[in-house]
Antibody, heavy 116, light 110 residues
């Protein structure tokens, strides 16, 4: 079972870009699919997208125009960028290992607040 | 893709069984055997409880079971315990390499 840890700014200004990194330990990133999920305060989960170690990606159609997920296998990390953020993007952001279309292992999550 | 439909709440007494439903369409739940269920305590990350409709990750109690009929998947918790009180979410493969979640169900142990 791998461990995942999200990191990045907890506060982002409206219209700017949200950037988060997920560090994977206890296993190689070069074997699985990796995903980002978010949860607005008091609300449900929303899948953002995934990346394979080869670099292939797929994104939630509702966020596709603003999302980029990238991977750095040398650092065992993958990252999320979300552009043109608004208050509606305020959420706890989780990274996870995707397997058989289920999120097998999760990071602890990091709260990102969009506010000026 | 639209979110899967779950009841907002469910409840049961200790020792009883409770079933939580997750309704989608033939494009997600009904079309693939890739339904997962997650348990989430307040302030904590979700935990995978069921994958591929009815499979349990190693180490999880067999009190948790999953099934599917048509466009509706179900999670059954048998022998309810106080520690089962949590939010439960379903997810499904939705085609074209997409995943969709349900809105979540708050399970209360009376």
């Amino acid at each position: 079972q791998v461990q995942l840890q999200e990191s990045g700014p907890g506060l982002v200004k409206p219209s700017e870009t949200l950037s988060l990194t997920c560090t994977v330990s206890g296993g190689s990133i070069s074997s699985y699919y990796w995903s980002w999920i978010r949860q607005p305060p008091g609300k449900g989960l929303e899948w953002i997208g995934y990346i394979y170690y080869s670099g292939s990606t797929n994104y939630n159609p509702s966020l596709k125009s603003r999302v980029t997920i990238s991977i750095d296998t040398s650092k065992n990390q993958f990252s999320l960028k979300l552009t043109s953020v608004t208050a509606a993007d305020t959420a706890v952001y989780y990274c996870a290992r995707l397997g058989d279309w289920g999120m097998r292992d999760w990071g602890q999550g990091t709260l990102v607040t969009v506010s000026s | 893709q639209s979110a899967l439909t779950q009841p907002p709440s469910a409840s049961g007494s200790p020792g009883q069984s409770v079933t939580i439903s997750c309704t989608g369409t033939s494009s997600d739940v009904g079309g693939y055997n890739y339904v997962s269920w997650y348990q989430q305590y307040p302030g904590k990350a979700p935990k995978l409880m069921i994958y591929e409709v009815s499979k349990r990750p190693s180490g999880l109690p067999d009190r948790f079971s999953g099934s599917k009929s048509g466009n509706t998947a179900s999670l059954t918790v048998s022998g309810l315990q106080a520690e089962d009180e949590a939010d439960y979410y379903c997810s499904s493969y939705a085609g074209s390499n997409n995943v969709v979640f349900g809105g979540g169900t708050k399970l209360t142990v009376l």
